[in-house]
């Protein structure tokens, strides 16, 4: 087990413990997917981004490239320009250079992701000022005060993890950080195109979702044994999301300190939402938390859409 987490550590609850005890003792067995990217998770969702069946990435890297003097424009040069999100980014290093913006402010959960890629965006942009905030985005958020125009930007369809509800409160209370933001979104498309995007023919989004239980397992001491549970990934199309979950092969028991879970065969851990829009859904989801869509750009194929939004 990891020194300093656990039930007894001293600096008090791990929200990662109470998260996970919380999630299993549902009904829907349920872990938050911002638990995946620990340094294996991380290595792992990297690979996902180079499949060949995960459009996402590369058809978001296309859009931007081919838009980035408009999206330059919109943003406003010299802006402070804050991102949900570490920064790891090739997108990010070519928002810094067509940007320049005053202050680069990451917030992500992770202090050492964080701090991993500040360094190395302070060695490429030594003019630039950065200021990593350790913070979770899906809650609210205290942020040093702007001193100028401020951007947010949300890449990725990370926000496709939140569920419309929750992206609303997210919009909503996001008006108060930046009167400006660039939100990628993953668009609504053929089920089967989504289906072998989270179906990989080399199983590694399975072994991204397995390494939820093994970091379960490392750093609260919990006994799944991964070799009893299944990745399940398909689309809901009514809910207009990918859903991805664990499976359970059989009957079990599985301890995390001193909680016990019972599973029965063919139960599920649900570990993610992935949610898709139109981008008229996403316009009216937008306008609906204060914020008037001034513009959309998307990729050639019509995967992915970079949405341009101004608080009202
Ligand atoms: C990083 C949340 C956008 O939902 O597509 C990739 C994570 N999960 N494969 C996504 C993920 C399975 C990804 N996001």
């Known amino acids: 087990m990891k020194k300093g987490s656990g039930p007894f550590s001293k600096k008090g609850p791990d929200p990662f413990f109470e998260d996970v005890v919380a999630g299993l003792s549902l009904p829907q067995k349920a872990l938050p997917p911002k638990y995946f990217y620990d340094a294996t998770g991380s290595r792992l969702f990297e690979k996902i981004c180079r499949l060949p069946e995960y459009y996402l ?40 250079r067509a940007l320049r913006p005053k202050a680069y402010l990451p917030v992500d959960i992770s202090e050492s992701a964080l701090a991993g890629a500040a360094a190395r965006l302070r060695r490429q942009f030594p003019w630039l000022r950065i200021v990593p905030i350790v913070g979770d985005f899906s809650r609210p958020l205290d942020l040093p005060a702007a001193q100028g125009p401020r951007v947010a930007y949300f890449p990725g369809s ?4 939140l569920t419309p509800e929750e992206a609303h409160g997210f919009l909503a209370r996001g008006r108060a950080h930046a009167g400006r933001m660039l939100i990628g979104t993953d668009l609504k498309k053929d089920a089967n195109v989504l ?38 990934a398909f689309y809901n199309a009514a809910l207009g999301r ?9 009957k079990q028991e599985v301890k995390i300190g001193r ?19 139109s981008l008229e859904g996403f316009r009216a989801l937008a306008a609906n938390a204060g914020f008037r869509q001034a513009r959309v750009w998307t990729d050639r194929k019509g995967l992915f859409a970079l949405h341009a939004l101004t608080a009202n």
């Open 259 to 277: 909680h016990r879970f019972a599973f029965e065969r063919g139960e599920s851990i649900h570990t993610e939402n992935s949610y898709k829009y």
């Open 158 to 161: 990370t926000i496709g993890n």
């Open 242 to 250: 990918i859903e991805m979950h664990l499976i359970s092969l059989r």
């Open 57 to 96: 990435t590369r058809a978001e890297l296309s859009l931007t490239r081919a838009n980035l003097s408009s999206i330059a424009r919109f943003a406003g040069r010299g802006c402070e320009l804050l991102e949900y999100g570490s920064g790891e980014s090739l997108k990010t290093r070519l928002l810094i």
């Open 195 to 232: 289906h072998a995007a989270y179906n990989d023919s080399r199983a590694v989004t399975a072994a991204f979702n397995l390494n939820l239980l093994a970091r379960v397992n490392r750093e609260l001491g919990g006994d799944f044994e991964l070799k009893r549970f299944a990745h399940y």
